[in-house]
């Protein structure tokens, strides 16, 4: 819902509790949770703090969060070759997992990239990948903005 700074709060609190419990899997969501919410701050050395530190968990349902978070930071900092790195191996984290929401969100986001790097074809495919997973999982939020995606990055 872009309520980031929101997110990075409630984030932080349900940080402190995991630490407590020194639970890693919780530790683990809830740092790939505020590293998502500071790359929508835009608060690049925070998110990959949370990022790593999420990584530094070793649990792979939240790998592909966090490494998408690290994409962000490198894309953000124009490292586009790493930004990408970063990206697939998010994308296969997301596919071992068998988790489609997260799959063609990272989609969507390598097409960002990709469209920045001036890889229109490529970032066409990767938006065309996104758009079909939101539609079989009857998304029309997530499909709505793909579709915006694709309107601003036409000629």
Request: glycine share 8%; proline share 3%; charged share 20%.
């Amino acid at each position: 819902a872009n309520r980031h700074p929101a997110a990075y709060h409630e984030a932080l609190a349900g940080l402190a509790a995991a630490e407590r419990m020194r639970n890693a899997y919780l530790i683990a969501g809830l740092a790939a949770g505020a590293a998502e919410a500071c790359c929508g701050l835009g608060e690049w050395a925070q998110a990959e703090h949370y990022a790593t530190y999420a990584l530094s968990q070793e649990e792979p349902f939240f790998r592909p969060s966090a490494c998408t978070a690290l994409g962000l930071v490198r894309h953000a900092a124009g490292r586009t070759d790493e930004a990408l790195s970063y990206l697939g191996e998010a994308l296969d984290g997301a596919r071992q997992i068998a988790d489609r929401y997260t799959e063609a969100y990272v989609q969507r986001v390598i097409a960002v990239v990709l469209y920045s790097a001036g890889r229109d074809e490529a970032a066409g495919s990767a938006l065309d990948a996104a758009l079909h997973i939101f539609t079989e999982l009857g998304l029309a939020f997530e499909v709505n903005r793909t579709h915006d995606l694709i309107r601003r990055n036409q000629p």
